[in-house]
């Protein structure tokens, strides 16, 4: 090495790196992936790979700014139907395991063009709200609070009711306000003993003076997140059916008119209370998928929705009904 030359490393790409730049070459300079192959001296499966992790981490966000006239036909008719002041209808998936991925697609652009400084916003859980973290790429907002309003898991995952609001708080560079209890507890007395705690309490008070809530929408059925997770046993379907339950809401079971059954599941839930949301200016339900279209007809009336985010498969079995 010649005297006073100093060697120079180079720093290896990170994989955020990586992933900006095959998007940037991909989405921007339309290469192909075999061209970002060469351009990146990599194999064409890893340049795949890259591109989606890079739509999965919300590196890149695609946004559909058209809508088909059936879509917006449907729209207008649940409305009318429901009395919503909004709904937003996005097309059926090719599958029933590709709704959750639409829908929060779709819940995502609605929050975040919805939320403004000073605002406060309740959520809820579930793998669709889970998928709109994808979609939100929100600028960062002023004195903007997220109240979860449920308690967590002690599996901490992506549906996490804890990991979604921490989430979309810190897209939004909020204030996160967390139910720390379990959402399920051993019995009646121990729920009420813990809302006893005064930090549970003034979540509680928080919750009651959120701006906007956004929640999804569970049914009866195995296939159900509460069911899939663990949280409720499947050996409970038969007996929650049997009780009258369509449907669920912030891991609590309703009837078709929008009541909480009578249930020692629901006598066990760590939630904040229907009633502490009927004073919210705008409650947002997304869920979607035909097979939920009671339970979103229940979840209506259970919680006095304003809004609607589905895809047109639920959307014709609402107004099927």
Known sequence: MPRGKRATTTQ????ADLQVRAAWLYYVENLTQLQISRVMKTSRAKVVRLLSSARDSGIVRIEIEAKGSEQIALERELERRFRLSEVVVVPAPSSDAGVAAVVGHAAGIYLAGHVHDGMSIGVGWGVTLSMSLKALGAPTCERLSVVSLLGGMTHSRAINPSAVSRRIADAFGADCYQLTAPV???NEDVRNMLWTEPGLRDLRERARRI???LVSVGDVSEESTLFRE???PRSQVSSLQRAGAVG???CRFIDADGRVVDHPVNRRAIAVDFK????VPKIVIAAGG???AAAIRAAFKAVNATALITDAGAARGLLDA
């Open 276 to 279: 502490d949301l009927h004073r």
């Open 211 to 213: 701006d906007l809530a």
């Open 12 to 15: 290896p790409e990170s994989l």
């Open 290 to 292: 035909r097979r939920k």
């Open 230 to 232: 663990g949280l409720v």
């Open 184 to 186: 399920f507890v051993v």
């Open 248 to 250: 669920e809401v912030l």
